[in-house]
């Protein structure tokens, strides 16, 4: 079943159960490209957007006390996820989200006029006049962008975030005590502690969480209120500073009206900047993963310092490998931020004249990237770390057998003579301890003195 809309441009056969209109239903038609949806954390951004310019519209006399209603109730369903099946349309299509913006007025608008008429109102909504009222998809959809990034960061991320630092602050807590070697460039270094290895972990996440929400502040600025070019056209002067105001106390994020819609409308430098914390992160996730893979490996052929869970089978032809398939997942999404982060770094370097037409691309590949990596930590978290092990007799060995313990002799007895003592142990496959009695550089009890390990770390 099928019904007839009509835009401009002319009449449209819609199928009869959805709410979209005719430039819905053209976009879908013109742009059947790829299988990439618009995210739906930007259409309820969306639905936010235009829920608070009904009731700003309606403080400032511009609409009906009916119409606000209906409006406020259609979105007040959309948010409720009732209504997802009929936002279809892929990101590929214009480049200011345009049908996207009028798909969104669509819905609220036949599912307002649905509302009206069943309260046998004469009232009817229209989605231009009415749920686009004092705005352009030109500064709705970035307002969009920076809503539904801040909120996905602020909601999602982070708190995986903080979760998955507690737990490896556990970590570092539990084993702050249990000595080990370091290693540089791949080979042995001094000694630490596992617990002061894990500290570096810690305060990587610790960091990135600052950096973060830092750029979260930045994505308080909204577009709204600039209308089509940033000058506001068609809108009242206030109207961007009161729906900022009514998004914020909706929301609970303080979002303000931008202090200059020419660079919220061309510029997406905001969003970059966050996606560069969002990469710091990946960047820091990748290291740590790395790090947890390769001291598990083995068990016994690799570093095999640490034990990870066995979660599943880890061969179709092995039998009883452990494969460290967490570590794995983590590193593949960090190499998916790196390219979101440079997807989104050129996109947004093509502000031409007063509009960026890579809005699309730009906030798909943001909350992409902010899902991507929420899972991924919270999964990591809760398969990995929180069931991460020392293997106590493995690290122990490593110590014993480091040539690397020399260099508590340096003070003593020098640079070079240590070096000799080293290499030694290392041609003849002796210990250290039994290389630097040979040599006759220090005497049995001055060894035991000075490579004390405990005071190496």
């Given at each position: 079943m099928e019904r007839i809309e009509r835009d401009t441009i002319g009449e449209v056969r819609v199928p009869a159960d959805k709410l979209w209109g005719a430039q819905t239903q053209r976009s879908k038609e013109n742009f059947q490209i790829g299988i990439e949806r618009m995210p739906v954390e930007l259409i309820y951004a969306f639905v936010q957007i235009k829920k608070a310019a009904a009731t700003v519209n309606r403080k400032l006399g511009k609409l009906s006390e009916e119409k606000r209603n209906a409006i406020s109730q259609a979105c007040h369903e959309i948010l409720s996820g009732k209504y997802n099946e009929h936002f279809p349309l892929?990101?590929?299509?214009?480049?200011?989200?345009?049908?996207?913006?009028?798909?969104?007025?669509?819905?609220?608008?036949?599912?307002?006029?649905?509302?009206?008429?069943?309260?046998?109102?004469?009232?009817?909504?229209?989605?231009?006049?009415d749920v686009n009222m004092s705005q352009s998809s030109n500064d709705t959809f970035p307002t969009a962008m920076h809503i539904a990034g801040a909120r996905e960061l602020s909601e999602k991320l982070v708190p995986a975030l903080q979760q998955l630092k507690e737990s490896i602050k556990q970590k570092e807590e539990k084993y702050k005590n249990l000595v080990k070697i370091g290693r540089t460039h791949l080979q042995d270094a001094t000694p630490l502690t596992l617990g002061q290895e894990i500290s570096g972990w810690r305060m990587m996440l610790d960091r990135t969480e600052l950096m973060i929400k830092q750029a979260c502040q930045y994505l308080n600025n909204l577009a709204i209120g600039g209308t089509a070019v940033g000058t506001g056209i068609n809108a009242d002067p206030i109207f961007g500073d009161q729906v900022a105001e009514e998004l914020a106390k909706e929301?609970?994020?303080?979002?303000?009206?931008?202090?200059?819609?020419?660079?919220?409308?061309?510029?997406?430098?905001?969003?970059v900047y966050a996606h560069g914390?969002?990469?710091a992160l990946a960047a820091d996730l990748m290291k740590i993963a790395n790090d947890v893979r390769f001291l598990a490996s083995g068990p016994r052929s690799g570093i095999g310092e640490l034990t990870i869970p066995a979660n599943e089978p880890g061969s179709s032809i092995m039998p009883g490998k452990v494969n460290p398939t967490q570590s794995e997942a983590l590193t593949m999404i960090c190499t998916q931020i790196f390219g979101n982060d440079a997807t989104i770094g050129f996109a947004a370097s093509q502000g031409n004249f007063e509009l960026n037409v890579f809005k699309p691309v730009i906030i798909y590949n943001f909350l992409q990237s902010i899902r991507l990596l929420t899972d991924g930590m919270n999964?990591?978290?809760?398969?990995?770390?929180?069931?991460?092990?020392?293997?106590?007799?493995?690290?122990?060995k490593h110590v014993e057998n480091s040539l690397m313990l020399v260099t508590a002799l340096n003070p003593h007895i020098g640079y070079e003579k240590a070096a000799k003592i080293a290499k030694l142990a290392f041609q003849q496959n002796i210990t250290l301890k039994l290389a630097a009695l040979q040599t006759g550089y220090l005497t049995e009890a001055e060894y035991e003195e000075w490579v004390n390990i405990d005071s190496m770390v």
């Amino acid at each position: 079943m099928e019904r007839i809309e009509r835009d401009t441009i002319g009449e449209v056969r819609v199928p009869a159960d959805k709410l979209w209109g005719a430039q819905t239903q053209r976009s879908k038609e013109n742009f059947q490209i790829g299988i990439e949806r618009m995210p739906v954390e930007l259409i309820y951004a969306f639905v936010q957007i235009k829920k608070a310019a009904a009731t700003v519209n309606r403080k400032l006399g511009k609409l009906s006390e009916e119409k606000r209603n209906a409006i406020s109730q259609a979105c007040h369903e959309i948010l409720s996820g009732k209504y997802n099946e009929h936002f279809p349309l892929v990101v590929w299509q214009t480049g200011s989200g345009t049908q996207s913006n009028m798909n969104v007025n669509e819905v609220i608008t036949n599912r307002g006029n649905q509302i009206l008429a069943e309260k046998n109102s004469t009232e009817r909504i229209h989605p231009n006049d009415d749920v686009n009222m004092s705005q352009s998809s030109n500064d709705t959809f970035p307002t969009a962008m920076h809503i539904a990034g801040a909120r996905e960061l602020s909601e999602k991320l982070v708190p995986a975030l903080q979760q998955l630092k507690e737990s490896i602050k556990q970590k570092e807590e539990k084993y702050k005590n249990l000595v080990k070697i370091g290693r540089t460039h791949l080979q042995d270094a001094t000694p630490l502690t596992l617990g002061q290895e894990i500290s570096g972990w810690r305060m990587m996440l610790d960091r990135t969480e600052l950096m973060i929400k830092q750029a979260c502040q930045y994505l308080n600025n909204l577009a709204i209120g600039g209308t089509a070019v940033g000058t506001g056209i068609n809108a009242d002067p206030i109207f961007g500073d009161q729906v900022a105001e009514e998004l914020a106390k909706e929301i609970g994020i303080p979002f303000r009206s931008s202090s200059n819609k020419f660079h919220a409308l061309t510029s997406h430098d905001e969003l970059v900047y966050a996606h560069g914390a969002l990469k710091a992160l990946a960047a820091d996730l990748m290291k740590i993963a790395n790090d947890v893979r390769f001291l598990a490996s083995g068990p016994r052929s690799g570093i095999g310092e640490l034990t990870i869970p066995a979660n599943e089978p880890g061969s179709s032809i092995m039998p009883g490998k452990v494969n460290p398939t967490q570590s794995e997942a983590l590193t593949m999404i960090c190499t998916q931020i790196f390219g979101n982060d440079a997807t989104i770094g050129f996109a947004a370097s093509q502000g031409n004249f007063e509009l960026n037409v890579f809005k699309p691309v730009i906030i798909y590949n943001f909350l992409q990237s902010i899902r991507l990596l929420t899972d991924g930590m919270n999964s990591f978290n809760e398969n990995c770390i929180k069931g991460l092990e020392a293997n106590k007799d493995v690290i122990k060995k490593h110590v014993e057998n480091s040539l690397m313990l020399v260099t508590a002799l340096n003070p003593h007895i020098g640079y070079e003579k240590a070096a000799k003592i080293a290499k030694l142990a290392f041609q003849q496959n002796i210990t250290l301890k039994l290389a630097a009695l040979q040599t006759g550089y220090l005497t049995e009890a001055e060894y035991e003195e000075w490579v004390n390990i405990d005071s190496m770390v």
